[in-house]
Structures are given as structure tokens and as C-alpha cells.
């Protein structure tokens, strides 16, 4: 029976670096501070009073956030981590924590524009970890090892729930980081409406290079959804970004040129069944397709024309939330597949993952990755808000964005009292 998980001490990769596992340990254990999306704005577009208050934040803040970071990736069950991707993400996270505190805590505008430049390369230098974990595990995945631990739903579970909190970590950690390295800051008013154009056109152009032509894209905007929002551009657009391309893919497959579907459109004649269960009764069961009063998705008619049904978006503002809601006609998700959209070792591609996944250098394939959906729901819930996703088996599913317009939410923070991988209640 494999373990559901293996310890991985941090003492054991933290030689090569002055500090100590007992400090990493310690700092990770220090209860972190999470801010709201009005307080990111404040700190950064209120003068540098504001400004040298949010680097001497910062200074502490991060090492916390690291060292738990850390010790997140040091405790990744089934073997995660001791693969490569996750060494060298350890790795990187160390160095980080430790020029950190060798950095002195800025008092003046010219300190602060030293410890600005040495986190904002920092950002940089962690950019790919996000595919470059999820090659780690789709190199785990494929070992019988592997295959067997995945297919218990306990540890399938365990792997979700661990990465989940690591990348939440990660999400806070950039957004501390840019939110001061940025001119303005990253907590800017929003056009919804542009963002999910700009979605749109980015996954419209990937569908075409890797699937065929895209099906059109609706957007409708509610009287109150044209209203400036504010919000974070960037995760606000991956998440559309993630659940356009999704419904893009199903609609093609379905309904493009090669779909399966084409094969069977022509009518075919009655085939008597006998009933497979009692043959001596002798009675005929008819193919379902042809009982009276029987519609059978897919239905045919786009198929046959060689035209997509088009994708529909809707946006909306109300007094708590901004809600986008993106609806397809692609045949839907069995319910028992629903939970499984948001597992990382979950993926639409047939095809092997691209080897570039496990150097961290796969940007703008298709799908494959196996973690844009679960990042994209972390980006609703770091805010409060979440994604929700409901199903029409044999017609077509439904995405709702929901992100708390309010700006009152603090970010979620794994380590913090109040933490949890639960969506909010209200």
C-alpha cells in the first residue's frame, strides 16, 4: 500500500543555503497578514509615506510567506516532492527568502527602489512554477507507482487540496509583489467588457492553431455590468480565458469538421434489440434514437450545416458581485466528471502532455497542463469570490465567475486563522 504521503524534510535541501530548516520552519509558522483589494490600493497611490510603510510590510511579510511556501512544496504527497520541478521550486523559493533577509528594510524612497527592483526580479524568476509543478506530477502520473496512488480517491484528494494551498501561497506572494513593483499598482478599475474581449481574441486565436475555426462568442452586458470594476486585470482574464477555451474545444470537437458526430448523422434503419437481460421473453427493445418523443443530442443540424453554435457570455454587477457567466451547447459534463474538472491530474487534451510542461516553458498550448481550471477557480477564491460550474448532460454547461465587487475581501492566505479551501459562505 503506498503511503498518502512522504515527508520531505527541508533540512535535507537547505545545505546550500545559510539558512537554517528550523528558521524556515519558525518564519512558516508565523500567522501571515492578509490585505484587502482596498488596502493594496491605498498602499500603492498614496504617496511614498504610504509607499515606505507598504516596503517595511512587505520586508516581513514575504519571509513569512516564502518560508511557508517552502515548507508547502517540502510536504506534496505521492513522491511530488522529490521530483526535480519540485526542487528546483524549493530552491528557488530559498534563495528568495534569503536575500530577503539579508536585504535591509527600506527607510528612504532610494532603498525602496533597491528592495522594488530585487522582488520584482524575484516575480519574474518564479513565473513558470506554475507548469513547472504540474510537470512534476504529470511525471509522477505516469509511473505504475504513480497510476495506482491516483486512482484512490483519497489521495487524489490529498494532491488537489496540497496544491491548491501551495498555489494560493503563490498567488498572494505575486500579488504583494507586483501590487508594489507596479506603477499604480495592479488594483486598477476595470472595463469587464474589454477583458473579456481581450479573452475572447486570445483563446479564439489559440483554438484556430491547435483545434480549427472557433465558434462566434456572444457578449451580452446587463444594464449595471458596464461599470467600472474594480479588480485585478490579469486574473480577471485568465479565468475567462481558461472557461472560454474550455467550452471552445467541447464545441469544436462536437460539432467541427472531424467530430464522430457526422458519422452517424445519416438515418439509419430500426435494428430490433432483444433484451439482453431476460432473451427468452422475446419482446424487441428499439434503438432509444428512434422511440417517439425521443430527442437524442446531438442534434444534427449544426453538424450537417458545418456551422458551431456559438459561445454566450453575459455580464452582470450587482450590489455584492460581478458575475460573468459563460454558457455553451457542447454536449455538457456527466455530474459524477463535474469535481473532476478541477483536478490537476485532470485534463481535456487526448494527447501526451508537451515536454516543455516539465521545464516550466509551456506558455500558449491549448490544453494539456492540467491546471488551468483549478488556477483559475484560485484566482476567484483569493478574493472571495469563486467559480461555479453546472451541466446539461447531452445539451451543454454553464461557468459562473462570481468576484466580490466590494473590495472588502481579504486575500485568502494559507497559514492565516481564517483559511480555507471551502467556497465562502455568506
Not at 119 to 139: D, F, H, R, T, Y
Request: one cysteine or more.
Amino acid at each position: 500500500m503506498l503511503a498518502v504521503r512522504r515527508f520531505f524534510r527541508v533540512s535535507s535541501f537547505v545545505r546550500n543555503f545559510s539558512i537554517s530548516h528550523d528558521e524556515i520552519v519558525a518564519l512558516a509558522q508565523v500567522c501571515p497578514t492578509p490585505l484587502t483589494l482596498q488596502q493594496m490600493k491605498t498602499f500603492a497611490t498614496h504617496g511614498p509615506e504610504l509607499r515606505l510603510k507598504s516596503a517595511v510590510f512587505l520586508h516581513k511579510e514575504l519571509q513569512i510567506r516564502f518560508a511557508r511556501a517552502i515548507v508547502e512544496l517540502s510536504e506534496l504527497p505521492i513522491g511530488l516532492n522529490e521530483t526535480k520541478a519540485v526542487r528546483m521550486a524549493m530552491a528557488t523559493y530559498t534563495s528568495h527568502l534569503e536575500n530577503v533577509r539579508k536585504s535591509k528594510v527600506p527607510t528612504n524612497m532610494e532603498e525602496d527602489a533597491e528592495f522594488t527592483n530585487m522582488i520584482g526580479a524575484m516575480k519574474k524568476e518564479g513565473s513558470n512554477l506554475v507548469p513547472l509543478i504540474c510537470g512534476g506530477l504529470q511525471e509522477v502520473s505516469h509511473t505504475e507507482e504513480g497510476r495506482n496512488a491516483l486512482r484512490l480517491q483519497e489521495i487524489q484528494d490529498s494532491v488537489n487540496s496540497h496544491l491548491d494551498t501551495f498555489f494560493l501561497s503563490r498567488i498572494g506572494i505575486r500579488m504583494l509583489i507586483g501590487q508594489h513593483s507596479t506603477d499604480g499598482g495592479r488594483v486598477k478599475l476595470c472595463d469587464v467588457q474589454d477583458i473579456v474581449k481581450e479573452a475572447s481574441d486570445r483563446a479564439s486565436a489559440l483554438c484556430r492553431k491547435f483545434c480549427g475555426p472557433p465558434p462566434e462568442v456572444i457578449v451580452k452586458v446587463a444594464a449595471n455590468g458596464a461599470a467600472p470594476f474594480m479588480y485585478v486585470r490579469s486574473h480577471l482574464h485568465h479565468m475567462v480565458f481558461e472557461l472560454l477555451k474550455n467550452s471552445m474545444q467541447a464545441t469544436v470537437e462536437l460539432y467541427g469538421p472531424n467530430a464522430k458526430i457526422r458519422e452517424r448523422s445519416a438515418c439509419s434503419p430500426l435494428k430490433p434489440k432483444m433484451n439482453h437481460l431476460s432473451p427468452l421473453i422475446g419482446f424487441v427493445i428499439p434503438d432509444i434514437e428512434h422511440l417517439d418523443g425521443v430527442t437524442i443530442f446531438p442534434h444534427h443540424s449544426h453538424s450537417l450545416s458545418g456551422t458551431l453554435p456559438p459561445i454566450t457570455v453575459v455580464i452582470s454587477q450587482g450590489q455584492e458581485d460581478l458575475t460573468i457567466k459563460i454558457s455553451d451547447v457542447a454536449g455538457g459534463v456527466k455530474r459524477s466528471d463535474w469535481n473532476r474538472l478541477f483536478y490537476y491530474t485532470h485534463t481535456t487534451s487526448t494527447k501526451e502532455p508537451p515536454s516543455s510542461l516539465a521545464t516550466g516553458e509551456f506558455r500558449e498550448h491549448f490544453s494539456g497542463g492540467g491546471y488551468g481550471l483549478p488556477i483559475a477557480r484560485l484566482f476567484a477564491r483569493y478574493f472571495g469570490g469563486e467559480i461555479t460550474f453546472l451541466s446539461s448532460e447531452g445539451y451543454g454547461s454553464s461557468a459562473f465567475i462570481q468576484a466580490h465587487r466590494l473590495g472588502r475581501q481579504t486575500e485568502l492566505v494559507p497559514g492565516h486563522t481564517n483559511f480555507t479551501l471551502q467556497p465562502l459562505k455568506f
